[in-house]
C-alpha cells in the first residue's frame, strides 16, 4: 500500500503514460483505506490528550461544570482520579469514527481533485492547486462529519459537575449506537428535541475555516516532499522514479511532524472558537455563545486580546 501523498503529478510528466482508469480508481480507493486506518490509530493512541484540548479550549475561567486545570499532566491526573478511565476516553467512539470516515473521505476526495486539477496525471500541480485539492477535500469532509464533531465534543465536555442530563448510552460512544438504534435514536432525539435541526451543524463556520489546516497541512508535505525527494536525487546523482526508492520512514515521519506543525500554528484559534460554540446550552436551553463573532469578542473582552486564543495551547504543555 502507497504511503499517503507519494503519488504526485511530478512523477507523471506529459511524456509519460498516464494511469489507466482502473489504476486510478485502485489508487483513490488504497489512499481512502490508509487513511481511514492512520486515522483510527492516532485516536486510539492520543484521545486522552484530545480530551484534556477540548476541555482547556471551553475553559474560560468562567465556567462552574469543569474543574480547574493547571496543565496537561495535571488535567490527566485530575480526570483519572474523578472520573475514571472512562472519563479520559469520553466520546472516544464518536472520535473514532469521525476521524475514520473524515481521513478516509479526505484522501477520496483529495486524490480525485489532484487527479482533475492535474488533467488525470499529464500535468504538474502547482502549489496553488495543491492547496485548492486540499481545501475541496476538507470542505466536503467538514460537512459530511460536523454532526459527528459536535457529538464528540459535547461527551468530551461531560464530568460530574456537568448540570444537564448526559446522553443515554452515548457515554460509551457513537460507534456503539450503530449498532444499537435505541442508543442513536436517543442522542438525536435529545439534540433535536431540545435545539433543533440547526444544532447538529454549529461550528460549522470554524470548521470550513479549518480547512485551512489539512490545506495547509496537505501543502507543505507535498513541497516538502519533492523538496527531500530532489535533494536526495541530486546526492545520488540519479533521476527520481518513485518516492519509495528515495524516501524511507523517517523522512516520512519527519515531512508529517513539520507539515502538522505549521498547520496547527496557524489555525489552532478557530479550534478553540470551534469548541466554544458546540458546547451544550445551559440548563435553561440558552447557548452560551451565539455565533463565530460572539465567541471572538467575549473571548477577547474577557481573556484580554489575543492571548485568550493561544493560551490553552500553552498550558497544554
Not at 460537512?143 to 459527528?148: D, S, V, Y
Request: with cysteine; proline share 4%; glycine share 8%.
Amino acid at each position: 500500500m502507497r504511503t499517503f501523498g507519494s503519488y504526485s503529478a511530478s512523477k507523471c510528466p506529459a511524456q509519460e503514460n498516464p494511469m489507466s482508469a482502473f489504476e486510478r480508481r485502485q489508487w483513490e480507493w488504497e489512499n481512502a483505506t490508509a487513511g481511514a486506518t492512520a486515522g483510527f490509530a492516532t485516536v486510539a493512541a492520543m484521545h486522552p490528550l484530545d480530551v484534556v484540548r477540548t476541555r482547556f479550549a471551553v475553559n474560560d475561567g468562567r465556567l462552574t461544570n469543569l474543574p480547574s486545570y493547571k496543565n496537561t499532566a495535571h488535567a490527566i491526573f485530575t480526570i483519572t482520579r474523578l472520573e475514571g478511565l472512562r472519563g479520559l476516553y469520553a466520546g472516544f467512539y464518536p472520535a473514532v469514527l469521525g476521524s475514520t470516515v473524515s481521513w478516509g473521505l479526505y484522501f477520496l476526495f483529495y486524490g480525485r481533485a489532484k487527479q482533475r486539477y492535474s488533467k488525470n496525471g499529464t500535468h504538474t500541480l502547482s502549489p496553488g492547486l495543491h492547496l485548492a485539492a486540499a481545501a475541496e477535500a476538507g470542505a466536503l469532509v467538514s460537512f459530511c462529519t460536523n454532526p459527528i464533531w459536535l457529538i464528540k465534543t459535547r461527551l468530551q465536555l461531560e464530568t460530574p459537575l456537568h448540570q444537564s442530563r448526559p446522553y443515554s448510552g452515548l457515554y460509551g460512544g457513537l460507534l456503539l449506537a450503530l449498532t444499537n438504534l435505541t442508543n442513536l435514536q436517543d442522542a438525536l432525539r435529545t439534540i433535536l428535541k431540545e435545539e433543533g435541526w440547526c444544532a447538529l451543524y454549529r461550528g460549522i463556520g470554524p470548521s470550513l475555516f479549518l480547512v485551512s489546516h489539512g490545506a495547509v497541512q496537505f501543502m507543505v508535505y507535498e513541497e516538502l516532499r519533492k523538496f527531500v525527494v530532489d535533494f536526495k536525487s541530486k546526492e545520488k546523482g540519479k533521476t527520481p522514479k518513485t518516492d519509495v526508492k528515495l524516501l524511507d520512514s523517517v523522512d516520512y515521519a519527519a515531512i508529517g511532524a513539520s507539515s502538522k506543525l505549521a498547520a496547527i500554528l496557524m489555525t489552532y484559534p478557530f479550534q478553540v472558537i470551534r469548541a466554544r460554540l458546540q458546547q451544550r446550552p445551559n440548563h435553561d436551553g440558552i447557548p452560551r455563545y451565539v455565533d463565530t463573532w460572539h465567541v471572538v469578542k467575549e473571548t477577547a473582552r474577557v481573556l484580554k486580546g489575543f492571548e485568550a486564543f493561544t493560551r490553552v495551547s500553552l498550558q497544554a504543555f
